[in-house]
């Protein structure tokens, strides 16, 4: 039988067991304890921000940074059709309707049409951006960084300050990329727009299990981000609460985990850019094969690997393939199904998808764990050798 080799699993090397014994042995296994506090002052430190909020998950923390950037019921947000659906239903939490965008040739939002209905679909006003077509008030951008590929920040923040929108950037998949060229130079995803939210799910470049961590740009904002995930308690002994707060506070035992996980991060994206590179060097070589390349002014956490296939050239669809591979214990993962297909979606606006439905049917994830070794991308890549036709 062939050896498995999974898509994306966690690696546990360092020192979680002897942190998360401690956690136990201490008593401390929920939402209190000395490791929550030293998650988030490391990752504030990692990040260079004043603070980070260690949130019960990535979506948490989503739902968390739209309600703190003003969104209420009625208004809408700006959201990309290809994405993980976690990063549109806080929109949907709120009240609020997400605006559906089209990707570009970067699997990220194509902010030459965000620019384009901004400026042709929608009205600038005193009391903010209006949609033309729904008269209601467009509020924010929900920004992901597909795969730890960081978005033209640049461009996307002067759209936004234009449009005096705010920006939400989802880097759940972005923790460790960071701009080297530009106006941003050596800033981190998640921490140039109003807000950015990071995820610890078992499948991301470090994990906690579940769990999500939040910053913003005003740390005041920060400190109204943990009140609020903490069930909004105005005294803690009396059980006072003048607003309605949530649950959504991560445990002492995921931040124990995260803690040792965040030791190794360096380490892990290393793994992660020498791994691509032996997949883009062996992958080129095939006829009908291409892996994503990504953004040159950043230096990507490269969390995953995305194979683009041409049926024509390589002989055959990306479902075929993907099938093929399980065969040879190969786990691999098509791309998402479009958001704005959705049934809970489908009624909702979108403006000039084209790029995304073309993607959707071309992209095969393949493993790209940070345990993966250097013979197993050779044998994957030998693999992919032997099924084109």
């Not at 700006?78 to 976690?86: D, H, S």
């Not at 380490?267 to 006829?287: A, M, P, T």
Request: hydrophobic share 35%; with cysteine.
């Amino acid at each position: 039988m062939d050896k498995f080799i999974p898509l994306s699993v966690p690696n546990f090397k360092g020192r979680e067991l002897e942190y998360v014994t401690k956690a136990v042995e201490t008593e401390w296994v929920s939402t209190g304890g000395s490791y929550i506090n030293d998650f988030e002052n490391k990752m504030a430190k990692y990040l260079e921000v004043e603070k980070a909020v260690a949130c019960q998950s990535g979506t948490a923390g989503l739902h968390l940074a739209l309600k703190l950037s003003g969104v209420e019921f009625g208004d809408e947000v700006i959201v990309p059709t290809l994405t993980f659906i976690a990063a549109v239903n806080p929109v949907r939490y709120l009240g609020a309707e997400p605006i559906f965008m089209d990707c570009d040739d970067t699997l990220n939002m194509d902010l030459d049409k965000l620019e384009e209905f901004c400026e042709t679909e929608c009205t600038l006003t005193q009391k903010g951006l209006i949609n033309n077509k729904t008269k209601k008030t467009i509020r924010a951008i929900v920004i992901v960084h597909v795969f730890g590929n960081m978005t033209n920040i640049e461009k996307l923040m002067l759209i936004a300050e234009k449009y005096s929108l705010k920006v939400v950037e989802d880097s759940t998949e972005a923790l460790g990329t960071y701009c080297i060229k530009g106006k941003f130079k050596g800033k981190f995803a998640g921490t140039i727009g109003d807000f950015g939210v990071y995820s610890f799910n078992g499948n991301k470049i470090i994990t906690t299990g579940g769990g999500g961590m939040l910053v913003a740009k005003d740390s005041n904002l920060s400190d109204k981000a943990k009140y609020l995930s903490t069930q909004a308690k105005d005294d803690e002994l009396y059980y006072t609460h003048y607003e309605i707060g949530f649950n959504y506070r991560m445990t002492n035992l995921q931040a124990a985990l995260g803690v040792a996980q965040l030791e190794q991060l360096e380490d892990f994206i290393k793994i992660k850019i020498d791994n691509y590179n032996l997949y883009k060097q062996e992958i080129d070589k095939i006829e009908g094969l291409s892996i994503f390349s990504f953004n040159k002014m950043t230096r990507s956490n490269h969390w995953f690997y995305s194979l683009v296939i041409d049926k024509p050239r390589f002989g055959m669809d990306r479902d075929e393939l993907l099938n093929k591979l399980k065969e040879k214990s190969i786990q691999t993962r098509p791309i998402w199904g479009l958001i704005h297909e959705q049934k809970p979606y489908k009624y909702n606006g979108t403006y000039k998808i084209e790029k995304a439905n073309y993607y959707i049917d071309r992209i095969l994830n393949i493993p790209c764990s940070t345990s993966l070794t250097k013979e197993d991308v050779k044998y994957i890549c030998n693999i992919l050798k032997e099924l084109k036709k």
